[in-house]
């Protein structure tokens, strides 16, 4: 049994794929392999028994231990595991792995520069370094000028469909559209999927686009849509919902490590065009529509496509479920697992 000290300092309200990456990889080990693996949640606070019960919330009330990072040296750990892009915290002499989820913050001109710094911590502090595709293991190496021997891809999963239940909005009231899943950011194409859609909607227009994101620094680019809709955060089961009846998934990014929305709208059969970029073709495989990156009229050109060409939307549709269904996350958890138990060995 490997006593395993888990940095959940981001645990609380994440929404992003690392909040689901570390809830699904605790969930399985929890239901799947608790004879191996007991973790122990390193949160920032001093007094961490008053805030235990938020953290434990968000892993639907397992009773993990909650153990300030200051008092981690005397909880009786084996390990630690840093899941959130690196360290953040150094005052540990326990032997420890991080998972750094891409490169983007050294080759994305302007993307966060300042948290190199915490990358080559990890680096240098670490002996073992997780992420999420081989592509993202070759960036790495090359970025922190480690081996990529010392950096092991794992791919994260997606879930099961979820059972149609309770979302809200009222999804159904904004079809037809094309749905946008993630953050807006350059980063990942937002702008080019706009300017995309505003060629869209010129033929076809009332193709909304639906976004789950908070779009208020693209007000400007966004009030030329004549049918645009943005809901900020969904739950679980509104993006299921928004999923099954969406016309397809526009997935434009630049840079990626993995690409979960990728995998999870092919879950639910639905249609997926998105750029042939960084880990994308990696991950989708034969299962996506492809475009350049950056290329607007090639991204309108395949929208189009897909709701123009009913065979073509079928195909897609069909390719989807069983290709996503080779990334479970019980898979994940489990090599994360082994990888885990063998920097002990």
């Known amino acids: 049994m490997m006593r395993l000290g888990v940095d959940a300092w981001n645990l609380p309200g994440d929404r992003r794929g690392i909040g689901r990456y570390l809830r699904e990889i605790l969930r399985a080990w929890w239901h799947g392999f608790r004879e191996r693996v007991e973790p122990t949640l390193i949160v920032p606070e001093w007094h961490a028994p008053i805030g235990a019960g938020r953290y434990r919330r968000e892993v639907d009330g397992r009773p993990y231990p909650v153990v300030s990072r200051a008092l981690h040296a005397r909880a009786g750990l084996d ?5 959130f892009n690196g360290c953040s915290w150094t005052n540990f002499s326990l032997p420890a792995a991080a998972t750094l989820h891409d490169a983007s913050n050294f080759v994305v001109p302007d993307y966060a520069p300042e948290n190199q710094a915490i990358f080559r911590a990890a680096a240098q502090r670490c002996r073992v370094l997780i992420t999420d595709s081989r592509f993202a293991q070759a960036d790495l190496s090359r970025a922190l000028g480690v081996s990529a021997d010392r ?12 059972a149609p ?22 980063r990942k194409g937002f702008d080019v999927l706009v300017a995309a859609m505003a060629r869209v909607q010129r033929e076809r227009p009332g193709l909304r686009l639906v976004a789950t994101s908070n779009v208020d620094a693209w007000r400007d680019a966004t009030a030329g849509l004549p049918a645009f809709t943005a809901l900020g955060y969904v739950d679980d089961d509104t993006l299921a919902a928004l999923y099954r009846s969406s016309a397809l998934l526009a997935f434009p990014s630049r840079y990626e490590g993995f690409g979960l929305p990728v995998l999870e709208a092919m879950s639910y059969g639905t249609p997926v065009v998105a750029s042939d970029a960084a880990s994308i073709p990696e991950v989708a495989g034969e299962a996506a529509c492809y475009v350049p990156p950056g290329d607007q009229a090639a991204l309108a050109d395949a929208i189009l496509r897909v709701v123009s060409d009913d065979g073509y939307a079928a195909r897609l549709r069909a390719l989807g479920p069983p290709h996503a269904a080779h990334f479970p996350w019980e898979a994940t958890a489990r090599r994360t697992l082994e990888t885990l138990e063998a920097m002990l060995a």
């Open 79 to 83: 390990a630690l595991w840093f899941p």
């Open 151 to 162: 950096i092991v891809p794992i791919y994260p999963g997606v879930a099961p469909p979820r």
């Open 165 to 186: 239940h309770g979302a809200r909005p009222d999804v159904a009231a904004l079809a037809p559209f094309v749905l946008y899943v993630g953050s807006a950011e350059r």
